[in-house]
């Protein structure tokens, strides 16, 4: 008996102790621990930070499902208090804004289905709803004497038709719904319904069958959604609501124009603005945009910055009020914004702030004599600063972390940062980035303990003389005496930038070299984060060319060694479910390979996908130009798939219009005519977007698929223990 217990007691220690050993490994469960920070906000004081934490829980109704939540938080910028949660998590709450005294917080909140303005006493009290609007109110922003919320709303075109406010008179556009055979837009009709009469009572009755949504009509050209198809344009507008109970807000903006990114001068007299206001033209054909200054007393907008044939958008006024920045990008071309700074007092003088990166945030310093910024560059997000005495960028951080939530105080800059070691913490630190200090511990509480896999930068130079960077991930229990399986990890775009400061696959790095395996991403030419030159250099070239790239990091990773050349796996979404779709049809080194979210056929994806504009971009025409039909079949995996062999897994969230499912079925349909081994995968509900903001169990559920099918080929992987 007594020998018996001893075993049982020693198996319970040996099944306790592997337990206690995986748990010090990345799972994929850990996806739903990973608290996503954004939004931060610095007081006027400087004493204050105010951001916004989204968090996955469990369904209260339903154990085996999981919601986001998002909460407002509140921490001291000299960190002498922890975070803390200002609001509920079974409420969701983001987008705060300090008032000008620093005494509340407006924010907005999920209320009967429409997210709404609340305002929180920062001295104790409840929020208070501030807006009801049946539009929904978003983005909500304190007028510098603190009196006034503005905030935006958005209008489809059927509501914008009954809209009295917005469109008094009930207007019909000024320019042309495009509809054949009317010479101007119709009136909505005041015909009775009547399928048997005449024809304006047949269209009564028609138009009934659409708001009962029974059938879509498309004029539009721009028709696809994320999730759905939308036979409607939208437009955007903004309110002025006074700041006390009972407040009845008033529009600023009207009609069926769109306007976005709004921000008060300092003196509060005025809004800046980017939109459409003075265009004629179909939303459709119109892709210029102007930066437009308005009085809040009312009036026409009047336009600041206009560029022909490019997009123009705004940054915030400069707390002195003198300077403007805005980025300007040439329209429906490869290119790369020019970050800009408008002078009031000198309005014909060009400001340029030359950096060839795609700038993210910018934010103005407080004596106005500097602007900070971030940026894509080199597989990180830095800070960067640039003093208006020269215009020339000073990088504050370096490439091996990603900046965001960038916000700037008297002495003190604030930043989200992602780091290897952490996806997301809130820092702050010196006017030059000296010093800096972790204020939250959201993410670094559950990391405790857990060991993580380190990226290896390398460089290769490629074919045309082009340095390309490449990291390498060796599994996170890595011995040498070993062999391991390299699975190649390829990104989307194909202007993505992948490297040290991407959140979005964080996770994903980790569990699979917690699983056995060495990871190995690069960024190839046409990525972003290095320069024009290099973002062009896949034009007329999807496959070749950034195939010869990528292909070049993982024979460096294997160079090294311990990597094993028989067991090698590739995967990526999007453009890189493009690209393992050429690889896959291209080469037969790979003993298994996955696409998800793919473009197989890019003839199709012109027709189907609303991301249809990379065609004529990176192809240089449409389909039916003689010219360029060859170069679209050339260029198109699907012209390659009797040549694939590799077992193949496709994966597609089944509502995805971005890159629309009839790319997978395609693709799929055609391997499976051909016997090859194939297996498709469609997610219900799921869109383009569902490994980064989509169902979580469908999360979990594509990146176990995954790893699942890849080890039916190398079975011998073996999970970290």
């Known amino acids: 008996m007594k020998k018996g217990l001893l075993i049982f007691f020693i198996s319970l220690t040996v099944l306790a102790t592997k337990a206690q050993q995986n748990s010090q490994y990345i799972q994929v469960k850990d996806m739903t621990k990973i608290k996503q920070l954004r939004g931060a906000t610095i007081s006027h004081s400087g004493k204050w930070v105010a951001f916004t934490v989204t968090s996955i829980v469990p369904d209260e109704n339903d154990k085996k499902e999981y919601n986001y939540r998002n909460q407002i938080y509140l921490v001291p910028v000299d960190g002498s208090a922890p975070a803390r949660a200002l609001t509920a998590i079974s409420n969701n709450n983001n987008q705060p804004a300090w008032s000008p005294d620093d005494s509340k917080l407006a924010f907005v909140r999920l209320t009967k289905n429409k997210t709404q303005v609340f305002i929180m006493p920062l001295n104790g009290g409840d929020a208070m709803q501030l807006t009801n609007d049946s539009r929904g109110a978003n983005a909500p922003q304190w007028s510098p004497d603190g009196s006034k919320i503005l905030y935006s709303v958005n209008v489809s075109y059927p509501e914008m038709l009954k809209d009295s406010v917005l469109n008094p008179g009930k207007k019909v556009p000024g320019w042309s719904m495009e509809m054949p ?50 036979p409607y344009f939208d437009f955007g507008h903004y309110m002025l609501i006074d700041a006390k109970p009972g407040a009845v807000a008033k529009p600023l903006t ?3 124009h769109s306007y976005n ?56 006024v400069s707390p002195s009020g003198r300077y403007l920045v805005y980025q300007v990008g040439k329209n429906m071309q490869i290119n790369v914004a020019k970050l800009m700074v408008y002078d009031f007092e000198n309005p014909g003088k060009k400001m340029e702030i030359p950096v060839d990166r795609s700038v993210t945030q910018t934010v103005w310093a407080a004596d106005s004599k500097s602007l900070y910024f971030t940026a894509q560059s080199n597989g990180g997000i830095p800070i960067y600063k640039a003093s208006l005495a020269n215009l020339k960028p000073e990088q504050l951080s370096s490439f091996e972390a990603g900046m965001s939530s960038l916000d700037i105080g008297k002495d003190k800059i604030v930043y989200v940062k992602t780091e290897v070691a952490n996806p997301f913490e809130l820092y702050t630190a010196g006017l030059n980035n000296a010093s800096p200090k972790r204020l939250t511990s959201l993410n670094a509480e559950w990391l405790a303990g857990k060991k993580l896999s380190y990226p290896e930068k390398k460089i290769y130079t490629n074919s045309k003389g082009m340095k390309v960077e490449y990291w390498v991930m060796k599994p996170t229990n890595f011995d040498p005496a070993k062999k391991y399986p390299v699975m190649l990890q390829i990104h989307g775009g194909p202007t993505a930038m992948w490297g040290p400061g991407e959140s979005t696959m964080w996770h994903e790095y980790q569990f699979f070299c917690a699983h056995g395996y060495g990871v190995v991403y690069s960024n190839p030419r046409g990525s972003g984060g290095y320069g024009i030159d290099f973002l062009k250099a896949n034009y007329q070239d999807w496959g070749t060319g950034p195939q010869e790239d990528v292909l070049a990091a993982l024979d460096g990773a294997l160079a090294e060694g311990w990597g094993d050349k028989d067991k090698t796996v590739a995967t990526g979404g999007s453009y890189a479910g493009y690209l393992t779709g050429w690889l896959a049809g291209h080469t037969k080194r790979f003993t298994a390979i996955s696409s998800q979210r793919g473009v197989y056929d890019l003839t199709t994806f012109f027709g189907e996908g609303n991301a249809w504009q990379l065609v004529p971009m990176y192809f240089g025409g449409y389909p039916w130009e003689e010219s360029i039909r060859p170069i679209l079949a050339r260029e198109s995996p699907f012209t390659y798939v009797n040549q694939i062999t590799t077992p193949y897994l496709m994966l597609h969230g089944e509502t995805d219009l971005r890159t629309g499912i009839v790319q997978g079925e395609m693709m799929y349909k055609a391997l499976k005519v051909l016997n090859r081994p194939v297996e498709y995968v469609q997610h219900p509900g799921g869109t383009h977007e569902l490994v980064r903001s989509g169902n979580v169990r469908q999360r979990l559920d594509q990146m176990l698929r995954i790893y699942e099918f890849f080890g039916r080929y190398i079975p011998e992987t073996v999970k970290a223990q």
């Open 254 to 256: 009207f009609g069926f």
């Open 261 to 316: 990114s709004a921000y008060f001068t300092p003196d509060g007299k005025n809004i800046i603005m980017t939109g459409d206001a003075d265009t004629l033209a179909n939303p459709d054909r119109n892709r210029d945009n102007t930066v437009y200054m308005m009085s809040l007393a009312g009036g026409t907008p009047k336009a600041l910055i206009r560029e022909e044939g490019s997009t123009v958008s705004n940054g915030s």
């Open 181 to 230: 055979g009317y010479k101007t837009n119709p009136l909505s009709t005041k015909a009775k319904q009547n399928p048997d009469g005449n024809l304006d009572e047949i269209r009564a009755f028609l138009t009934q069958d659409e708001a009962d949504n029974k059938v879509k009509v498309f004029n539009k050209l721009n028709f696809e959604g994320e999730a759905s198809t939308e």
